[in-house]
């Protein structure tokens, strides 16, 4: 079963733009990651926020982390072609910290 | 270092085979993870290890589906008597684990084996 789910599932957008991503989830959770995968290879790891943070950010990279309404965003600013890949939020279970539930994940295309 | 490795990249077997697929996690990480991918969707988890021991097995399909980790370190997830809908990416991630630091569950993946069902 999904813990996470992505919204939208596709976002299409000119390079140079903003380019938001929303994760939704249903358990209490201990963290919460954000992982890319370019054109069906591995996955990499983007970004860990713990539930008691709100907001992290890496490079040109920002993430929210709303526990009330269990969900989380994911900002990219200043898109690159580059970025253009699948974006997936990942969950853990408060009660099994080490166990990880993947979304469906947002395909990002970034428009040259 | 290096990373998660897994082998064979690609694997073409027949219904009804038994098959491999192995997992090399990153040295000194004491969870490993086996999924399954399929296209356009996200990892869909079947089973983690910390040390030799299998935590959770939820995800594994059915019972033709297991998973060893004998000695804490090289991974081994078994598909008895394959079917067509097998066929997917499987993938293995290793994760520092728990008792280490915040990250202690960022899952490093491996390239995943391509496993084809005829």
């Known amino acids: 079963s999904q813990q996470g789910e992505e919204d939208p599932q596709a976002l299409s957008i000119q390079e140079g733009e903003n380019a938001t991503m929303n994760c939704s989830y249903k358990?209490?959770?201990?963290?919460l990651q954000w992982y890319r995968q370019n054109s069906g290879r591995g996955l990499v790891h983007l970004i860990l926020?713990?539930?008691?943070?709100r907001e992290k950010h890496s490079g040109r990279l920002r993430v929210t982390l709303d526990t009330s309404k269990k969900s989380s965003s994911l900002l990219i600013t200043a898109s690159r072609a580059a970025d253009t890949a699948s974006y997936f939020c990942?969950?853990?279970?408060?009660?099994?910290?080490?166990?990880?539930?993947f979304g469906s994940g947002t395909r990002l295309s970034i428009r040259p | 270092g290096a990373g998660v490795s897994q082998s064979p990249r690609y694997k073409v077997t027949k219904r009804g085979q038994d098959v491999a697929l192995r997992c090399d996690p990153i040295?000194?990480?004491?969870?490993l993870y086996w999924y399954r991918q399929a296209l356009g969707q996200g990892p869909e988890f079947l089973t983690y290890?910390?040390?030799?021991?299998?935590?959770?097995k939820s995800g594994l399909p059915n019972d033709r589906f297991s998973a060893e980790r004998p000695e804490g370190s090289i991974s081994t997830l078994t598909i008895q008597r394959t079917e067509q809908r097998d066929s997917a990416m499987y993938r293995c991630?290793?994760?520092?684990?728990?008792?280490?630091?915040?990250?202690?569950?960022?899952?490093?993946f491996g390239p995943g084996t391509r496993l084809t069902v005829l």
């Open positions: 991630a290793s994760s520092p684990g728990p008792g280490t630091s915040g990250s202690y569950n960022e899952q490093f």
């Open positions: 358990t209490s959770i201990n963290n």
């Open positions: 926020i713990r539930s008691n943070e």
């Open positions: 990942a969950t853990d279970e408060y009660s099994s910290a080490s166990k990880i539930i």
């Open positions: 040295s000194g990480h004491v969870s």
């Open positions: 290890f910390n040390y030799e021991a299998q935590q959770d």
